[in-house]
């Protein structure tokens, strides 16, 4: 290591007229590169991170994870924010109202975070939104989608990065109908997500004049899908629309092309799918019309650089998940940032109406009224074959102001 003499040490501070941050002044000794983060001004900001690692929804939850990390490490790199360290400290919700409840409270109350995000169950993200309201702590919710978490379950306290049941619906189901027609048949899981998906589903296919022929409920974690298709393909619909997700959604798309539903002229689809479930499913067996979050056919300057530095640090392409932990942890410390402070208050207030890069081509930004993440979304066909960057074609880019519910604002009370 170099040396520098009390009389050098002199020399450059009274040059940067005693502005010159620390951790830039101790570059420049010990001749560093611009932008080396040698120390911080002080402790580690924590975000605490539930997702449903050990559940049926485990196929994408550990991208959450990624994604989050990889904005973490961007900041750090930079020398963190407000000149502290961020860390993540992780937690397994298990997808039960319960153990997150449990763990929430061990986050904010043993290991001191600053902020909560992450979440995919609707009930389990309500239950710990009603905690870090009551805690005053923000939380970021990730990736559930029920309506009351914007409706008559907000809080002043929570946020929700990923699109309402119905702003997906409203986007995806008019391709589903120009595609397979006007009948379905819905199989739902038997979940607080799946009946939101199988409403917001319903309602925009009313409102394109179609007909549901049937439905039928299957038990969350259900593995064997053969007799729910095996109804379905009774009543002879146009379209399978399958209000599912994770390892769920991935045993009822292999139980659809091991039936042959395709070529009995039945297509398949639903309000969410993506790269997440994609990956598991393998090509030879992903089908179907799906609303997409984001996708690496995004070819906005921020994407590309978020790609990269999944690509870098885990060695794959990102899916949605990696996309939503990315976006959200980078508004939560940008918000900070804005702040100057880690304050709840303070960082709420920075967040709310705040439009922002939203990795995609057309306007994101917070809604101050109820917290909701306005964002476009994309409409996707997936094929049997890789498509370049991806498991789908993308057929279209849906702004999140022409398809977002001005109702749910109306239920909300901060």
């Given at each position: 290591m170099d040396t520098i003499s009390r009389r050098r040490f002199l020399q450059l501070a009274a040059a940067t007229g005693g502005t010159l941050a620390f951790g830039d002044l101790a570059a420049q000794m010990l001749r560093l590169s611009p932008g080396t983060c040698v120390a911080y001004a002080g402790e580690p900001i924590k975000i605490g991170i539930l997702d449903p690692l050990s559940s049926p929804y485990k196929t994408s939850s550990i991208h959450d994870v990624h994604g989050a990390t990889v904005a973490v490490d961007r900041f750090n790199k930079d020398g963190g924010v407000l000149g502290r360290p961020v860390t993540i400290i992780e937690a397994d919700d298990a997808s039960n109202v319960a153990t997150a409840v449990q763990a929430a409270r061990k986050l904010i109350k043993d290991d001191h975070v600053h902020f909560l995000m992450g979440t995919f169950n609707g009930d389990v993200a309500l239950a710990v939104a009603a905690v870090a309201k009551q805690e005053n702590r923000l939380f970021m919710v990730t990736g559930a989608h029920v309506p009351e978490l914007t409706g008559s379950g907000c809080n002043s306290h929570t946020f929700v990065f990923m699109p309402s049941a119905r702003t997906l619906a409203r986007a995806v189901t008019p391709h589903l109908v120009k595609t397979y027609g006007n009948r379905w048949f819905m199989i739902t899981a038997e979940t607080m997500d799946g009946r939101a998906a199988e409403q917001a589903m319903a309602e925009a296919f009313l409102a394109e004049g179609g007909d549901v022929l049937g439905s039928v409920s299957t038990p969350f974690g259900t593995t064997d899908f053969t007799a729910a298709l095996a109804q379905a393909?009774?009543?002879?619909?146009?379209?399978?629309?399958?209000?599912?997700?994770?390892?769920?959604?991935?045993?009822?798309?292999?139980?659809?092309?091991?039936?042959?539903?395709?070529?009995?002229?039945?297509?398949?689809?639903?309000?969410?799918?993506?790269?997440?479930?994609?990956?598991?499913?393998?090509?030879?067996?992903?089908?179907?019309?799906?609303?997409?979050?984001?996708?690496?056919?995004?070819?906005?300057?921020?994407s590309r650089r978020f790609i990269q530095g999944v690509i870098d640090k885990y060695h794959h392409t990102p899916t949605s998940r990696c996309y939503h932990g990315y976006a959200a942890m980078t508004q939560i410390l940008e918000a900070v940032q804005r702040a100057g402070t880690t304050d709840t208050q303070a960082v709420i207030k920075a967040l709310e109406g705040h439009e922002f890069d939203g990795l995609k081509e057309g306007r994101s930004y917070f809604r101050g009224s109820d917290h909701q993440h306005v964002q476009d979304v994309l409409v996707g066909k997936a094929y049997g074959k890789e498509l370049g960057l991806g498991h789908y074609q993308l057929l279209a880019t849906v702004s999140g102001d022409a398809v977002v519910r001005r109702h749910d604002e109306k239920t909300c009370t901060l």
């Open positions: 393909k009774t009543a002879k619909p146009g379209a399978v629309i399958l209000n599912l997700y994770g390892w769920d959604l991935v045993h009822a798309l292999r139980a659809y092309t091991a039936a042959g539903l395709a070529q009995a002229h039945m297509g398949v689809g639903g309000m969410i799918g993506g790269e997440q479930i994609g990956r598991p499913l393998g090509y030879a067996n992903n089908a179907g019309i799906w609303g997409l979050i984001w996708d690496p056919k995004v070819q906005s300057e921020s």
